[in-house]
């Protein structure tokens, strides 16, 4: 078959004709052997469903029932969680209004580009499990292999935290029940729905994304109108205040200090964009669902983020003390900003509807963490980086014993119900607060080197169906905003917002991340013997997707054709 039998004609003919890569797509595959399976079997509901999959059992073999609806929701609201909802309060009092916008915004930019480049590279190679396989790929083995476990530790870690959030959140009702009821009860949704496999993990998402997308909205009208004077008689809005708070008590807080503190936030509230990805190697078409999924992440950043937080800084004062949500800000639904909005405006009821969205957010991301954790597990066992026993796959296309690992940490929220909890829980935060930025930097780092590799090998990037918006230039602006953000986190490790030095314990609270990523890195170089890949050792063609090309150059086509504002908006929101 020639180049041009396979891919189609190429807008812009090659110089040279690029020889034929060798495809591996096995899709079409595994959604078949589905179907071969009855419903009970398929979506997990008896005895049978639980037994190895008999077609090899790869990483290839896990479920393909995304649909492009659950890419698109996944992309807008998947990962809204405790680190937005309530972490925001703390960002307040530590930042003020102007550097909460301001830090969220950058970290917005990075998640922009990173987002984009992860979406160019899954298009081009559809990697099922985990894309730290990009590190191993286009980056280094070693650094795949910590990159791997990092993720995997990262969602370990947060599984406990949203338990907790949950436990804490049922209080602001009632605290006649022990948390540690709570938690169990929770616990044992989170499983329920890993039961359904794949397909449990994106109904859930897109129904929880859709009530948090909603929330947004209605809260958005309501501040609006607040910010406007247009609150009950008697409230704290019921006059026009404008951009008030920001001469008083002012625009920002704590100085330089306070300004860097907040980058840690805006991570840890923006941990799971990344997850579309992951997401995209187990629906039927990412081809086709994929880059619209990716786009979406444009709205999330402005409308969730930039616009609710802007809000956020116009209604709620930075020195109010109920921000500080008593011994951890994270857990304590009170400290949300969101929720205070409601009670300061004499809105009854909106503080416990807000609770409401607070919980279901908190649980999507407890069922995410499971999904993003025993996936990755899964690949890295199967690329030889982790024991053998987790590359069990069932007959329903679960990753089972993976799943069971990354559960299996569930029980540590009850740890936090202990005196000494506040600090477990701590040192926890201090494991999964900074992981998410490396993972983004390899992704950007990854898509870089493959740019680099692809031209060097003699490609063009019309080749390329679904191309990053900024281009290698995004990534780089991507990966320079994470050092920096790495480097504003260092520094207050070294000197905290209360003034004077960190000891040793408080540097490691703030940055424990790095050394334990030094420590996979130097595991994975060991267990590989394995170092930096040269750009001509880089393969770009194994493992390439099949593409339609006839449909992409005929969407090229009439894209040309179109005004400038049109591709524009084409190329960058739809």
Partial sequence: MSSSEEKGPLPVTPEKEVPPPQFTHGGDAIN???????????????????????????????????????????????????GFFVGSGKALATGGPAT???DFSIIGIMMFNTVYALGELAVMFPVSGGFY?????????????????????????????????CGITIQYWTKD??????ITVFMFAII?????????YAEEEFWSSVLKLGATVVFMIIAVVLVCGGGPEGSAYDEYSGGKLWQDPGAFANGFRGFCSVFVTAAFSFSGTELVGLAAAEARNPVRSLPGAIKQVFWRITLFYILGLTFIGLLVRHDDDRLLGGDNPYINVDASPFVLVGLDANLHGYDSFMNVIILVSVLSIGVSSVYGGSRTLTALSQQGYAPKIFSYIDRSGRPLISVLFVCAFGPLAYVNLSTSGVVVFDWLLALSGLAALFTWGSICLAHIRFRKAWARQGHTLDEIPFKAAGGVYGSYLGLILVILVLIAQLFVAICPVGG??????????????????I????????????????????DVDTGRRELPWDEINEYRERLAQMPAWKRVLHTVFV
């Fill in 32 to 82: 078949q052997h589905r179907d071969q399976e009855d419903f009970w079997t398929r979506n997990g509901l008896n005895l049978k469903s639980f037994q190895r999959r008999g077609d090899g059992a790869s990483i290839d073999s896990l479920d393909r029932t995304m649909k492009a609806r659950h890419l698109h929701m996944i992309a807008i609201g998947g990962s809204i969680g405790a």
């Fill in 100 to 102: 909460l916008l301001i």
């Fill in 133 to 165: 396989t990009y590190s191993t790929r286009f980056i280094d083995p070693s650094w795949g292999f910590a990159m791997g476990w990092n993720y995997v530790m990262q969602w370990s870690i947060v599984l406990p935290l949203e338990l907790t959030v």
């Fill in 177 to 182: 029940i022990n948390v540690a009821v709570w």
């Fill in 192 to 200: 329920i729905v890993n039961v359904f496999g794949t397909l449990g």
């Fill in 500 to 517: 004077g030095f960190n000891d040793v314990e408080g540097f490691f609270k703030s940055y424990l991340a790095l050394p334990v990523v």
């Fill in 519 to 538: 420590v996979f890195w130097i595991g994975g170089f060991v267990w590989k013997r394995t170092g930096w890949l040269r750009t001509d050792q880089i």
